[in-house]
T-cell receptor, first 110, second 115 residues
Framework: AQSVTQPDIHITVSEGASLELRCNYS??????LFWYVQSPGQGLQLLLK??????LVQGIKGFEAEFKRSQSSFNLRKPSVHWSDAAEYFC????????FGAGTTVTVRA | DAGVIQSPRHEVTEMGQEVTLRCKPI?????LFWYRQTMMRGLELLIY????????DSGMPEDRFSAKMPNASFSTLKIQPSEPRDSAVYFC?????????????FGPGTRLTVL
């Protein structure tokens, strides 16, 4: 069965500090991998995606993610967090149909 | 491009009433998806269309829910009769069938409250 796990429900990080959000998946084959961000009251915005090739992918807003096949992981990182990064982040995997993780809420403290 | 457009953005209705949510996908996208988001269940795929044809409606909760896509630029999700447990945010997303590897682009959502 397909599943996506985001182990951290909530992360608090200081502005300027680094951020890493974890995502693990279970899938029959290596799926397409996505990270989305949702600000309060907004829709989901695509941050980045991985299909094949270089396992380190760059996205918008200074985010990057690394695909590790051996660990079935696709962790999202940002070297220096800004207050505007406070939001909920969703990892998604699949092909036509996407399975979404439960999300990680990021709080940024001044 | 205007992105995926959903209307209304907010809907408050009373139990038993019919609710119709609307979606206009990104021009040129061949796939359209309807999702429901709740605190308890997270993001759930309800149904998706390819080239206006429903491909998988296994996520539709029950017969009270129906979705149509009469043409490439318009889709509706209807709930009749509505119940308080249908209260949620409903998202529409669209995706190109070819190219961009089925990346889904989401609309702003419709927040539905059933009293």
């Amino acid at each position: 069965a397909q599943s996506v796990t985001q182990p951290d429900i909530h992360i608090t990080v200081s502005e300027g500090a680094s951020l890493e959000l974890r995502c693990n998946y279970s899938y029959g084959a290596t799926p397409y991998l996505f990270w989305y961000v949702q600000s309060p009251g907004q829709g989901l915005q695509l941050l980045l995606k991985y299909f094949s090739g270089d396992t380190l992918v760059q996205g918008i807003k200074g985010f990057e993610a690394e695909f590790k096949r051996s660990q079935s992981s696709f962790n999202l990182r940002k070297p220096s967090v800004h207050w505007s990064d406070a939001a909920e982040y969703f990892c998604a995997v699949g092909f036509y149909k996407l399975s979404f993780g439960a999300g990680t809420t990021v709080t940024v403290r001044a | 491009d205007a992105g995926v457009i959903q209307s209304p953005r907010h809907e408050v209705t009373e139990m038993g009433q019919e609710v119709t949510l609307r979606c206009k996908p990104i021009s040129g996208h061949n796939s359209l998806f309807w999702y429901r988001q709740t605190m308890m269940r997270g993001l759930e795929l309800l149904i998706y269309f390819n080239n206006n044809v429903p491909i998988d409606d296994s996520g539709m909760p029950e017969d009270r829910f129906s979705a149509k896509m009469p043409n490439a630029s318009f889709s509706t999700l209807k709930i009749q009769p509505s119940e308080p447990r249908d209260s949620a945010v409903y998202f529409c997303a669209s995706s190109p069938l070819a190219g961009d590897k089925n990346t889904q682009y989401f609309g702003p959502g419709t927040r539905l409250t059933v009293l």
